[in-house]
């Protein structure tokens, strides 16, 4: 008879990252407890892995997935687990979302110099510009935005590379912060590190931040998988995506999108600016959702609703280029 050391192990695909690593491990132990098999991971290098390009450059959209997705559509693996932030809207014929657990703090955070928030670093610059890291256009959007409304000498640097590279800008003294999401930090155990948690009023997060997708492709499968999604966040989610997707933006576009929930009312904020900050165009909408089998129907109506608005109110030529 086999014993449960002889059953196929599930295979698990994930980029090599520290963070992606520990982001799946955290879901192969869920995986293992509600299907009894043992999970392997599967380590697949992506092209946004190896590229030193920035975002903007190689595209942005789909360049941390369509090694995974490659691997699953040819049977390599059973299963990947993707930061859902950089998801393509699109997903590949033959491809099924099993699931999207709970969602981790969704706000972006500082790692900063001696320890200072974002209002301690301007403070006390002296007269000097302060210098702050990353590789987001979102977040060079909102970070100049805010400057300008305080007046304060800040610049933004494009940096790419993991946590680790990112982290070591600061404490090398080449920059005086960087913007990391708390999600991950939190993940990797890092949480510590944070010298300031950016305030959603300040920052909104890119859509799917902090949020996990489960992709598979065997439908029996999929159904079991399912019972590690989460509906609130699935249906915050597709919302934001949906906004994503109307505004015919990628990964690396200025957008930001946050749906948040008030008992079965959800509440979904867009903003599209300019990555200097001269130009941030916010707007929300409001709808409740009754919690049935439409429900993401219903999520994706309002982040389309939001985004025709955006749209309607110049929001294609603040992301550089007309919607198609």
């Not at 989460?230 to 015919?248: D, G, I, K």
């Amino acid at each position: 008879m086999n014993g449960p050391e002889t059953v196929t192990p599930l295979r698990l695909g994930t980029r090599r990252s520290a963070l992606a690593m520990a982001q799946s491990g955290m879901v192969a132990e869920e995986v293992a407890k509600i299907t009894g098999r043992r999970v392997e991971l599967v380590e697949i290098t992506t092209y946004g892995d190896v590229s030193r390009e920035s975002l903007a450059q190689i595209g942005g959209t789909g360049v941390f997935v369509s090694a995974l997705r490659d691997a699953l559509l040819e049977g390599r693996i059973d299963l990947a687990v993707h930061s859902l932030k950089d998801l393509p809207t699109a997903a590949p014929a033959g491809l099924l979302l099993a699931a999207v657990p709970e969602r981790e703090d969704v706000r972006d955070a500082l790692v900063a110099r001696d320890g200072l928030t974002l209002a301690e670093l301007v403070g006390k610059a002296g007269g000097r510009t302060v210098r702050i890291g990353t590789g987001s256009p979102r977040r060079m959007a909102q970070l100049n935005a805010w400057a300008r409304a305080h007046g304060a000498d800040l610049e933004t640097v494009a940096i790419r590379g993991n946590v680790d590279t990112r982290i070591n800008f600061v404490t090398s003294g080449e920059l005086d912060a960087v913007v990391l999401a708390t999600a991950g930090l939190n993940r990797l155990g890092r949480h510590a590190e944070i010298t300031d948690h950016l305030d959603t009023a300040l920052m909104l997060p890119a859509p799917g931040q902090g949020a996990l997708a489960v992709e598979c492709v065997d439908p029996t499968l999929a159904a079991v998988l399912a019972r590690l999604d989460h509906a609130p966040t699935r249906a915050a989610v597709v919302a934001e995506r949906a906004l994503l997707a109307t505004l015919e933006a990628g990964c690396s576009a200025p957008v930001a999108a946050l749906a948040t929930w008030a008992g079965t009312e959800l509440r979904l904020d867009g903003v599209v600016g300019t990555t200097d900050g001269a130009e941030l165009l916010k707007m929300s909408a409001n709808g409740p959702l009754v919690p049935d089998e439409t429900a993401e129907e219903q999520a994706a109506a309002l982040g389309r609703a939001l985004a025709t608005r955006l749209l309607d109110t110049g929001a294609a030529n603040l992301m550089g280029e007309r919607a198609r």
